[in-house]
């Protein structure tokens, strides 16, 4: 996909993998509606992408509330005439036993992780038909292809938007929209600020300008899938799927430590 003038909807923009996905993709000189809960960071990235001879319009909104996904998607329609690309990217984490973890916890990731890039496909999926050349861009997490514990709710919510990323791109298959699946690994971003799990636990960090280029160049060559972590996460996937219990092996030599590290990890 060529991604210039492109109208591009993106989530969760003001900080992280979202700000560095938002100027990498204006170097592409696309029309970027930023979607974040605080106008600030929005604003901040809006301008650094004008900088580089895009369009930025910024809409604050949190989009666990009931009704913002028709909101968001009018406001971007209403600036820039269509949209062409949804990236689904905004995302929250609780880490820690499932039975220590508050039941709004729970709700409050599967409302952010699952739910909305659910309503807001949905919602933008008449606009990305009428451009005829669609995309959905959902940022997973390597934890949706290897279970980590401690990330039960996580996990699951992360699973659930590559299968549903999975489904819909069959279910659209031949009709002009394309959905690409991202399986960031452990991104230095401010959501990773509280958690002490480091490459002694198995997160190798990796800088969400990495994540972000990787993702660019997926969403320019028509990719299904873009996986980070490198040689040595691919290899834990496909042991993963064929051997599942050597990794629960490999796992449980470590889970004292891990639930340690990641006790206090929250972005909520
Ligand atoms: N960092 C990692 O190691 C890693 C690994 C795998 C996958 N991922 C995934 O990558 C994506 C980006 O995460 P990140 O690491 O870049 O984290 P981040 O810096 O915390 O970014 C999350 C963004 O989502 C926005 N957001 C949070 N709640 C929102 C809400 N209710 N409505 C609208 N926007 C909301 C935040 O802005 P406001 O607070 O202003 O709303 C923030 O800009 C997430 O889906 C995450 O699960 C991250």
Redesign the pocket.
Known sequence: MDLRDRSILL??????????LALHLADHTPRLTL????AE??EDVAQLVRARGAQAHVV??????DG?AAGVVAAAQERFGGIDVLV??????RAGRLEEIGEAEVF?QI???LT?PILLTRAALPALRASGDGLVVN?????ALIGMPFYAT?AAT?AGVAHFGEALRRELHGEGVHVLN???????????ETSNAGAEHG?D?ES?EA?AAATVAGMVDGSLTVV?GGESRAQMIGLNRNDPAAVDQFLAGRKRELEQAVAGHS?L
């Open positions: 989530t969760g923009a003001g900080s992280g993998i979202g700000r560095s979607v974040g809960r605080r960071p929005l604050p909104a949190d989009l666990t509330e913002v689904n990217n905004a995302g929250n984490v409050a409302a952010l992780n909305a940022v997973s997490s390597g934890i996580y992360k991202v399986f960031p690994g452990a991104t230095s971003t401010p959501m990773m997160f960090y969400p994540v980070r972005s």
